[in-house]
């Protein structure tokens, strides 16, 4: 067999075994700062080349952007004549700011820090736009030709912008696909062996133990995604049968603050007083206060508040344009608003409308699935019952200082128990006992129910029949003709053979 070495030879080491170094140099020192030299040429490649992926992938949402507002430019050719050239540029940047949940930049990797907090796209498409209209001049011959070509000079620079990185990023991981490191070595010898499987010890026999039928098996039988998820039940270690459990809301993070509601119960339309307040309080813009207040929205229509509702929708939006329009958004946005006729105000009004139908609709159709989950939960519970009505399903619970080491191991398993449970079985009340379990997912119940009969804290006894009663006269009638059947079985035996 030949071997072939030539996959070490791009191995980088850090080996002292050949290095000779001055004699007034102290090998270990040298050595050692040989290794720390390697492992941050390692780092610092590694942490460029997550730069340049990421600054590939703002790029390439900036061009997307910038072809919008281009698009929106050349729509809108046929409006240049009369039309002023900051209203006009106004209004394809704002139909180019596309979704507001898209406008976030992504992420940058683990390692990647910047200085300054990444901007939104809308700013710098806003950016862009300022610095088209001071390359332009105050007064250019054709303002419309001439913002159109700044604003395609701008993307040029962009791609050629993301054909250097492209070249730079290429030529690092060539460089980093030639240096063979411990991280990237994963091959070594295979070594296969084949022995005889050990003979598997029989499995004993299982007692037979007693069960406990379940008002409805249907539910046994689903396999839940995990552990607990019964849509909407409660875990087993809250279920009490004293305290109602409230319930869950996976957007309790987001919450709008004492500033946002103030600025909330601006009536729709007053324009006037929403410039007054964000004047009063500047950092009513942050972007926290718009996902507070559609939040509040979205909580306001699952109430049935929607006028309340789309109040805060259209104040979210106001503060989303104000952050959205740049340095002088706040200006820009009232300035526009308020003139009649203008446009923007129905690119605005029309946003407003469709996030508020959005979230009407998503109201209504949360509001149809728990009233359908509370259904399906009222359905689906674990109960006990016996299966033979003439037994009674009887609790026992384990005393704590009992000396029987099986009834101690009870006692432990009783104690894990949550309170509201332990109640139920020291009361030895079934009905409490259902009461508790149907508090739980249908899967937790399903283990306290296995945990009990495992500790021996339920048992079927037989019931006592009283014939002096109308239905203890037709058990005991029931249970005589069962027993005359079952001899007249045993006289038939089984069929034999001739002699």
């Known amino acids: 067999m030949v071997v072939n070495y030539s996959k070490w030879d791009a191995l980088e080491l850090s080996d002292d075994s050949d290095i000779e170094v001055h004699p007034n140099v102290d090998k270990r020192s040298f050595i050692r700062a040989k290794q720390n030299q390697i492992h941050q040429q390692r780092y610092e490649r590694k942490n460029r080349i997550a730069t340049l992926k990421y600054e590939r992938i703002v790029n390439d949402g900036m061009l997307e952007r910038v072809d919008k507002l281009l698009e929106s430019l050349h729509k809108h050719a046929d409006q240049v004549a009369g039309s002023n050239p900051d209203e006009f540029m106004m209004q394809a940047l704002m139909e180019s700011t596309g979704d507001p949940s898209k406008d976030k930049t992504p992420d940058p990797p683990p390692n990647v820090h910047y200085k300054e907090e990444q901007p939104l796209y809308s700013q710098m498409i806003a950016g862009l736009v300022d610095q088209v209209k001071k390359e332009v001049g105050s007064d250019p011959k054709d303002w419309y030709a001439s913002y159109v070509k700044g604003v395609e000079g701008h993307k040029i620079k962009i791609q050629n912008l993301q054909r250097d990185l492209l070249a730079e990023l290429e030529k690092l991981e060539k460089e980093e696909s030639r240096k063979i490191t411990s991280e990237s070595v994963h091959e070594g010898f295979n070594v296969s062996s084949v022995s005889k ?15 406990v039928e379940v008002l409805n098996p249907g539910t046994l039988k689903k396999d839940p995604l995990r552990r607990g998820d019964s849509g909407g039940q409660t875990s087993g270690a809250d279920a009490d049968v004293d305290e109602p459990m409230p319930e869950q809301d996976d957007d309790a993070d987001i919450e709008p603050t004492e500033l946002g509601k103030a600025f909330a119960k601006i009536k729709i339309g007053d324009y006037r007083a929403c410039l007054n307040f964000i004047s009063e309080h500047h950092e009513v813009v942050a972007e926290r206060e718009t996902d507070g207040l559609l939040m509040e929205a979205f909580n306001a229509q699952m109430d049935g508040k929607g006028t309340y509702a789309k109040q805060c929708v259209h104040q979210a939006l106001l503060l989303q344009y104000c952050r959205s329009l740049g340095k002088d958004g706040v200006g820009l946005f009232f300035k526009r608003i308020t003139t009649q006729n203008h446009n923007a105000q129905k690119v605005f009004l029309d946003d407003v409308n469709s996030t508020y139908a959005r979230i009407k609709t998503r109201t209504a159709e949360l509001a149809k ?26 609790i026992n619970v384990p005393q704590p200082d009992s000396k029987d080491d099986i009834e101690q191991k009870a006692r432990i398993i009783f104690e894990r128990f949550p309170p509201g449970l332990q109640r139920a079985l020291e009361s030895g009340s079934l009905d409490r006992m259902n009461e508790v379990l149907g508090k739980m997912s249908v899967s937790e119940a399903e283990e306290v129910v296995e945990q009990l009969g495992e500790a021996g804290m339920l048992s079927l006894e037989q019931g006592v029949i009283d014939p002096t009663t109308k239905e203890g006269k037709a058990r005991l009638e029931e249970l005589e003709r069962e027993g005359r059947e079952g001899k007249q079985v045993e006289e038939v035996g089984e069929p034999g053979g001739v002699e």
């Open 197 to 211: 499987e050990k003979e598997k010890p029989k499995p004993k026999a299982k007692e037979p133990t007693k069960t």
């Open 369 to 394: 699935e728990r009233a359908a989950n509370k259904q399906e939960q009222e359905i689906e519970q674990i109960q006990l019952h016996a299966v033979d009505p003439g037994t009674e399903i009887h």
